[in-house]
């Protein structure tokens, strides 16, 4: 059966709906996170078919904006994948047109095409839920040489490697804008589409919008410190501002398109001088409104013919817009975790190992690693704020691991939980079942608070609350990202409910990129039975919800299809130039 649902005119304006007006945001939000629950009798409600008609573009365009090519590098052996998790292991590099397009190449840009029979389809370093890609990048850049005489606001396009400046910026607003920032910063930003990921996943599809903002912002903080830049969230800003700022909110831009909300702005600062960590949380408001009363270059695409309206979804979005705050705690280095497990791999180009990210379609049900690999990637998850990429978030810390292990050479099968941030470690005691042992596995490090709780093999139960996905149990492990969800939307409000998702979404990038480098793969997975995996771990009530799962393993690769290069030779030959080192 086809749940209740409208055509309508992309354009058509949201409202408040009926059914939530007796709801505050913390309640819509609440609302919606409990409707889109999936349950082993009852999925949450999607057209239950792809209308193949209606199928979104995959690549935003602003038709008539001035477009820049950016330049193609070729990967070279320096720095190694393991440095990009050491602050101040790369020295940095000047802003300019090299860098710059490095920085959207090994972050935004596309790694790969699939090709099978007559369809072909795009891969990009950064993934996505259904490969549909709701989540689109933006830059504010200062007088660039080759790039730009005039500091402006640009949206990155993919497909093209290239950059559609959207605004001019007076150098007096710029400087008005960026003074309180060190020389040399610029901005990045993210919007999504919520209407990409709706298409096939119906109500559920805002979650995975905000999956793939973290899956993004992870990506562009290692792309990042490729060029031995820091990333500062703007974590005062509001959806407004940066919605201004980024021209989001530009009704004749978007007339016959889809729109996009405004997600995070962060500055990138190529320094590494301590005092970055003292960087404002917010931008000059003067400025921003002088940017939007400016000069704008292109009209955005229309990505579908047709669309499906998903009320629940606009009630989230209006519910969940992020108002101007006051900051969050100052990024400090994390004393929580001051000890790294060290790493013993052959050093691999950290650009290779960022270029060759996959999801596994299949596991094998075979391929192990070891303990040490494993106690490895669950350092690499901590967050520690001086280095890649939890400087790109920040903290406080919500989401934890519930962990299932299936073949991890010198580690019981079972069920694990790593702990990051031990603060929580007592009430998450209180809250599971009295009869898990907390005890530390034999050999692991002291300074990594993983922690058993009961011993048996898991596969069956892995499989059973991922929707019945067999991917979940032919792993060597897999994972439930538990948050803490009632206290940040009651404390923080409802906006929170975005940023949990896009923690989880950068703790998935780390999975990605440390399973690459152990020769495996590994893949997020957004279908499971959200309160069996509650019951399984014994949360009660909304203290804890699980938000996203992620598997690692060796994958069955699919020899059907054909590989071909991310970009094709006219661009190639256009842009190549030898990676900066």
């Known amino acids: 059966m086809r749940p209740p649902c409208k055509r309508f005119h992309p354009h058509t304006p949201i409202v408040q709906r009926d059914a939530y007006t007796t709801m505050d945001a913390i309640g819509i939000a609440r609302h919606y996170h409990e409707t889109t629950k999936h349950h082993p009798n009852r999925h949450a409600r999607s057209l239950g078919y792809l209308d193949w008609a209606t199928q979104p573009d995959p690549f935003r365009r602003f038709r008539g904006a001035p477009c820049v090519p950016l330049l193609l590098t070729e990967p070279v052996s320096i720095p190694s994948y393991d440095a990009l998790y050491e602050s101040g292991s790369i020295a940095s590099q000047p802003v300019c047109l090299e860098s710059i397009s490095e920085f959207l190449q090994y972050s935004l840009a596309l790694s790969a095409w699939k090709e099978f029979q007559s369809s072909r389809w795009a891969l990009r370093i950064n993934p996505s839920s259904g490969n549909l890609h709701p989540t689109e990048g933006y830059l504010a850049v200062g007088s660039v040489r080759g790039l730009a005489d005039i500091s402006g606001v640009f949206h990155y396009a993919p ?124 931008l000059s408001i003067d400025a921003i409104e002088t940017i939007r009363q400016g000069k704008w270059y292109g009209k955005a695409n229309r990505l579908s013919t047709d669309h499906v309206e998903w009320e ?22 994390t004393m929580e975790f001051p000890d790294r497990f060290p790493s013993e791999r052959t050093p691999t180009p950290a ?190 009530g909304r203290k804890y919800q699980s938000l996203y799962h992620f598997t690692v393993g060796g994958p069955v690769e699919d020899t059907r299809l054909t590989t071909l290069p991310p970009y094709p030779p006219e661009v190639t030959a256009r842009a190549t130039r030898p990676a900066s080192t």
């Open 159 to 282: 497909m093209e490697h290239a950059l559609e400046r959207r605004c001019d910026i007076h150098v007096d607003v710029w400087y008005e804008l960026m003074n309180a920032l060190p020389c040399g910063t610029f901005l990045a930003g993210l919007s999504s589409i919520h209407w990409r990921e709706a298409w096939k996943y119906g109500e559920r599809a805002y979650r995975y919008c905000q999956h793939d903002v973290g899956h993004a912002l992870a990506a562009l903080c290692f792309s990042a410190a490729l060029q031995g830049w820091q990333v500062r969230p703007l974590t005062s800003m509001g959806d407004a501002e940066i919605g201004s700022l980024l021209g989001l909110n530009r009704d004749d831009d978007f007339k016959q398109a889809e729109r996009e909300y405004p997600d995070v702005l962060m500055a990138i600062i190529p320094s590494t001088d301590s005092r970055t960590t003292d960087a404002p949380s917010m």
């Open 312 to 333: 629940l979804i606009d009630a989230v979005t209006d519910a969940c817009v992020k108002p101007s705050t006051s900051e969050f705690p100052r990024l400090q280095p």
């Open 351 to 540: 650009r290779r190992i960022i270029q060759q990210r996959r999801s596994a379609v299949a596991m094998d049900g075979q391929t192990s690693i070891t303990a040490d690999q494993f106690y490895l990637m669950m350092d690499r998850v901590l967050p520690r704020y001086e280095c890649s990429p939890w400087s790109a978030l920040g903290p406080p810390v919500f989401v934890h691991l519930g962990i299932f292990v299936h073949s991890v050479t010198g580690l019981a099968a079972g069920l694990y939980f790593l702990v990051r941030a031990p603060s929580e470690m007592l009430m998450l005691r209180e809250s599971m079942f009295p009869a898990f042992d907390w005890e530390k596995p034999n050999g692991c490090p002291q300074s990594l608070p993983l922690y058993h709780l009961v011993s048996g093999d898991a596969r069956e139960i892995a499989g059973q609350v991922s929707c019945g996905q067999s991917i979940a149990a032919d792993g060597a492990f897999s994972l439930g990202m538990i948050a803490e969800f009632e206290n940040p939307l009651q404390n923080l409000g409802a906006w929170m409910y975005r940023r949990l998702f896009w923690e989880t979404g950068m703790i998935g990038q780390v999975l990605y990129l440390e399973a690459e480098a152990a020769g495996i793969r590994s893949t997020g997975i957004g279908c499971f039975f959200d309160d069996s995996v509650h019951d399984l771990f014994g949360f009660k």
